[in-house]
């Protein structure tokens, strides 16, 4: 699952309207921003199969710390009590919380049996949709179109940047999420974790995008 749980940061903005879209993503990819850090510093590991395409290219043989249920769980507390400490707001950080949790349970649906509930020797989860190209595509292009007409009828532009940003961040994101599908494997871990690195762009482009549009009115 990759625009999927961009699609949940989307939708969330509806439940939490004063959270900028950059810390919805934040939440809802919270799991995968973690992970390729934790590549880079040997504490997960992952193995590439250049043999084989799509989704089976990469066997998470190792992610109990970003991916595992009770560290999920532990994660979406954390988040949610850290921005609740920051900005007071009880039902935000509730939000945000969910939002971390939903990126378990999306990966739950599509994932194959690699997802542990917790470290050591675990039951390994998921429900496989991996196996199925056109049902990858469908499920995820649903919740991303959702959350998205979500977030448009949520909000309205103050500017022309609040437009443009917002469509740049959209065709970014489809645009990595198709080639994710269909580009050649990464040589080593190493490029793989930089490479998702670029999530943080997303991140960037919300922000900015967010920070140029408003809550819309109902007589909007």
């Known amino acids: 699952m990759f625009i999927g749980h961009f699609g949940v940061g989307f939708g969330a903005k509806k439940a939490a309207p004063r959270v900028s ?46 991916h595992s249920l009770i560290f999920v769980l532990i994660w979406s507390v954390l988040f949610g009590l850290i921005y609740f400490l920051v900005k007071k707001d009880r039902k935000a950080a509730l939000v945000l919380s969910i939002c971390v949790l939903s990126h378990w349970i999306l990966d739950l649906i599509v994932h194959f049996k690699d997802l542990p509930l917790f470290p050591g020797n675990s039951p390994l989860l998921g429900f496989g949709l ?41 065709g970014l994101l489809i645009l990595s999420h198709v080639s994710s599908l269909y580009a050649p494997p990464p040589p080593n871990v190493p490029t793989l974790a930089w490479s998702a690195q670029f999530q943080w762009l997303f991140v960037i482009l919300a922000y900015w995008a967010d920070a140029n549009r408003r809550e819309r009115k109902l007589s909007e």
């Open 130 to 170: 991996w196996s199925s190209n056109t049902g990858t595509i469908i499920v995820e292009s649903a919740v991303f179109i959702l959350g998205l007409s979500v977030y448009l009828r949520q909000t309205v532009s103050k500017n022309m940047k609040g437009k443009i940003i917002l469509w740049i961040l959209v």
């Open 21 to 66: 879209l950059g810390t919805l993503f934040i939440a809802a990819q919270f799991l995968d921003l973690l992970w390729p850090t934790f590549l880079l510093l040997k504490i997960e590991n992952v193995v590439i199969h250049p043999e084989l395409s799509g989704s089976r290219m990469l066997e998470f043989s190792h992610y109990p710390y970003s």
